[in-house]
């Protein structure tokens, strides 16, 4: 599930009160945050590309444009526009 797919289920689970669903969210943000963080710590080029790909809005050719450096701050940047889910 992507960023914003993410928040859009959210959105839901809090206007219906669905705190089983708000915790299923955390636990999925939270490893999503824990692969973005392993995929800026060490990851290839490839790797990176692979999690916008999977996480981000971006077009393809666009993230197939970016160099190493940018991978890594789009990447940060995808994994922390998450808001924190409370539940």
Not at 61 to 81: K, M, Q
Request: aromatic letters at 4%; proline letters at 1%.
């Amino acid at each position: 599930m992507d960023v914003m797919a993410i928040e859009n289920q959210v959105e839901l689970a809090r206007r219906h009160g669905d705190t089983e669903k708000l915790r299923a969210l955390a636990a999925e943000q939270a490893e999503m945050m824990h692969r973005a963080l392993r995929t800026i710590a060490g990851g290839t080029q490839s790797q990176m590309r692979n999690w916008l790909r999977e996480h981000s809005d971006m077009r393809p050719e666009t993230i197939d444009r970016l160099d190493s450096s940018n991978l890594r701050l789009w990447v940060a940047h995808y994994a922390s526009s998450n808001r924190l889910i409370r539940a």
